[in-house]
Structure formats: structure tokens, C-alpha cells
């Protein structure tokens, strides 16, 4: 089954440092990959996703992340923390019996003054 | 961007009461799913329902939950007996404008069993 992990269950950056957000994936099928981000007591939105074109995906906000096969891994990242990018972040993947997503279990995002 | 709300953003139930939870995205879909998030845990898929048909499902989508499209406008999760471990944020999704690879979720209903 598509599955993905999160590695850091917190992270904690100050403002203007480089956020790095770490996802590998397993899966048996070249992989759909996503990232979400949840504000406090809203619902998911999408960052951006790997649909198998570039393996550098740009998403909203600044952020961005990189598909690496040989490393099963697609980290987010973004060079310069705001304050408003606190928040929860969810990497994904799609199931591969249909469109179902396949969520990590989240990285909370800190940013320090 | 397509949108989608979910009635009733709120709500409290007793334990083994039915519930029933409503995503009304804004213009017409015949896809859509249900997800769930347990208070700190991960999202987790539930269904998915297409042309009036579950097309998809997980193990936790037991006989308990169900999925209608009654009216061809809006779509519901019922929750025929709730337990305990049914308190969670439930959020519907639809495919957004970018297509199947893409999903929107509505803002959630936050389901409180006591």
C-alpha cells in the first residue's frame, strides 16, 4: 500500500531561516505526492504536488519541494520562515486502487521571532 | 477554485445517536470524499462516492457509516450509532479544478460524542 512517513513530529525555526519539512514515501507504483497545510481550526489546503513532471515542484507561499527517487523522499521546503507559515503540514500520497490520499501524520511548524 | 461547504461546522451528539454530516460543494460534482481527523492525529480517508456509488473505502468505513447524495446537490455521512471514538473533525473533499490528482476539502465538521 501507498504509505508515507514524517519524519519530526515538530519543528521549530526562527523567522527568516530555512523551513525543511522531511516526507519519505513507499510505494509500488511511481507515486502521486502532495503537500497540505492546515491553519489552526481550518481545513486542508493544498502547497503543491508531484503529479510525475518536474521533479522540483513550486507551490503557494513560497514553498517548494523536491521528488528524489533514489531516496524515496519528497521534502518541503521554503528558504525564508514568515511567522504566518505556523501551522500543520501533511504530506500524502494517492492510493493506487483509486484516488483516495494516504496522509502522513503531520509536522507542526513553529516560528520563533 | 471550487468550494465546498459542510454543515453543521459543530456538533455534539450522545453516544449510539445518529448523526448525519453534509458537504454542499458549490457547483455540481458527482465525486467526493470523506475524510476524518481524530483530535491530533493524522487525516484519514474514509470513502469515496462516485455517480451515487461508493467507489473506494477504508477499513474504518464499517456498517456503521454510510454515504448519500440525496438531493443531487449536497452529500451526507451518516454515523448510525456513534461510539466515543467517532469525536473527530470530519471534512468532505472534491476535486478541484486541477483535476482528479487534485482534492479541495471543505473547512470540516468538528463531531463531538459524549
Known amino acids: 500500500a501507498q504509505s508515507v512517513t514524517q519524519l519530526g513530529s515538530h519543528v521549530s525555526v526562527s523567522e527568516g531561516a530555512l523551513v525543511l519539512l522531511r516526507c519519505n514515501y513507499s510505494s509500488s507504483v511511481p507515486p502521486y505526492l502532495f503537500w497540505y497545510v492546515q491553519y489552526p481550526n481550518q481545513g486542508l489546503q493544498l502547497l503543491l504536488k508531484y503529479t510525475s513532471a518536474a521533479t522540483l515542484v513550486k507551490g503557494i507561499n513560497g514553498f517548494e519541494a523536491e521528488f528524489k527517487k533514489s531516496e524515496t523522499s519528497f521534502h518541503l521546503t521554503k528558504p525564508s520562515a514568515h511567522m504566518s507559515d505556523a501551522a500543520e503540514y501533511f504530506c500524502?500520497?494517492?492510493?493506487?486502487?483509486?484516488?483516495?490520499?494516504?496522509f502522513g501524520k503531520g509536522t507542526s511548524l513553529l516560528v520563533t521571532p | 477554485e471550487p468550494e465546498v461547504t459542510q454543515t453543521p461546522s459543530h456538533q455534539v451528539t450522545q453516544m449510539g445517536q445518529e448523526v448525519i454530516l453534509r458537504c454542499v460543494p458549490i457547483s455540481n460534482h458527482l465525486y467526493f470524499y470523506w475524510y476524518r481527523q481524530i483530535l491530533g492525529q493524522k487525516v484519514e480517508f474514509l470513502v469515496s462516492f462516485y455517480n451515487n456509488e461508493i467507489s473506494e473505502k477504508s477499513e474504518i468505513f464499517d456498517d456503521q457509516f454510510s454515504v448519500e447524495r440525496p438531493d443531487g446537490s449536497n452529500f451526507t455521512l451518516k454515523i448510525r450509532s456513534t461510539k466515543l471514538e467517532d469525536s473527530a473533525m470530519y471534512f468532505c473533499?472534491?476535486?478541484?479544478?486541477?483535476?482528479?490528482?487534485?482534492?479541495?476539502f471543505g473547512p470540516g465538521t468538528r463531531l463531538t460524542v459524549l
Open positions: 473533499a472534491i476535486p478541484s479544478s486541477g483535476g482528479f490528482n487534485e482534492q479541495f
Open positions: 500524502a500520497v494517492r492510493s493506487n486502487s483509486g484516488y483516495a490520499l494516504n
